[in-house]
């Protein structure tokens, strides 16, 4: 096997596992010398061979040096005729760079937004995750049905196309989408199935890859840990040493100051939680509520045109309800999304200690992107209206039926 030279880049990157795979079926021998971006390819001795700093880098037997990553592809895939990898006719070589592009532009770097949020090295945005999830479905969807036909994306055999297509997806399979993602995209899996398998390319892809177990999450970085207290023998000479100094009281929730209330919270919960709702809970609920000690509120979703798939809208919910936390024992709430995939709303309710919001819901960061608004549903019964269709989960709202939901308890 001849070596046409070595490829600079993360091994198991889409970008580089893709051009190890054409090297593959043009009987090529590429070597993949492992280069992480930023810590490897700013180094001097890196510089100093290949000055943009770039990966994946492309170094030939010949001298030649390439940067691009869809050039290095082209230029691999099209070193042997006989594999026709780049297609056999002017239109299938303009389809095979089609969906080369799409690779990079729709599963590529909406998969590059994810990783570098979730891996904390760029802020972190909600609104930017959404989008890149629902560009990743889209993809996924038109490669589906265009499979519904095909074996291969171009013509009746393998070609560059399905090196970067099936690269791209398997670093989101094996990395970010869960099963429940994949299991909607048959044609999908079987395509990725038979191209791993392919004779010729010998390995570049793992046969057998190990897919995600979950649907990848962000989670936000540890705090520092403060640190440790000084040894016990240097605190007790600190403290023989200087006069001690009065303890303080940790600060009292202003809400703890309120006058007694008879409606308990927790009670309320386990009857919302085991009785049904409309026949039990909520003539409970009535019969107990202290409207001087508690009040009702509506929330609403400010940017509801950039909602997409309605499982991402029912978990960011619950990213808001899990960021309550501190109030938890101040509150209780429902919410619900509203409509179908891409023509949907959020709404929800809580019930509060005290009469203004803000003290219970201001712990949570991502408030500013929902308006609070009151409930007087014992003197408007549009409001009360609402409020019990909402502890049903059964609203309606601009026509817009109940898909799903979550619970604050």
Known sequence: MASIGKIYGAPTVAKVTRVVAAANVNGLELEVVPTLPIQDSHKPEFLAKFPLGKVPTFEGTDGVILTESRTILKYVAGLSDNAKLLGADKLSEALVDQWINFADDMIFNNLATLFLMFAHKLPYNKVYEQRAWSELEKALGHIEKHLVSQTFLVGHRLTAADLAVTAAILNLYMNFAGPELRGKFSNVQRYVTNVVNQKAIRGAFPVNPEYATEQAKFVPP????????????????????????????????????????????????????????????????????????????????????????????????????????????????????????????????????????????????????????????????????????????????????WADGKILK
Do not use: C
């Open 222 to 401: 540890k705090k520092e840990e403060k640190p440790k207290a000084a040894p016990a023998a240097a605190a007790a000479a600190a403290a023989a040493a200087e006069p001690a100094a009065p303890k303080e009281e940790k600060p009292k929730n202003p809400l703890d100051a309120l006058p007694k209330s008879s409606f308990v919270v927790d009670e309320w919960k386990r009857v919302y939680s085991n009785e049904d709702t409309r026949s039990k809970a909520i003539p409970w609920f009535y019969e107990h509520f202290d409207k001087e000690g508690w009040s009702i509120w509506r929330f609403d979703f400010k940017y509801n045109d950039e909602l997409t798939q309605i499982f991402m809208s029912s978990n960011q919910i619950g990213g808001f309800f899990n960021r309550l936390e501190a109030s938890r024992k101040y509150i209780m709430g429902t919410a619900g999304v509203f409509g179908e995939a891409n023509n949907s709303l959020i709404a929800g309710i809580v019930i509060v200690r005290g009469q203004d919001w803000q003290p219970v819901l201001s712990v949570a960061p991502d408030l500013e992107s929902y308006e609070v608004t009151p409930l007087d549903i014992f003197n408007k019964e549009e409001d009360k209206k609402f409020f019990e269709d909402m502890l049903a989960w059964e609203a309606v709202i601009d026509g817009k039926a």
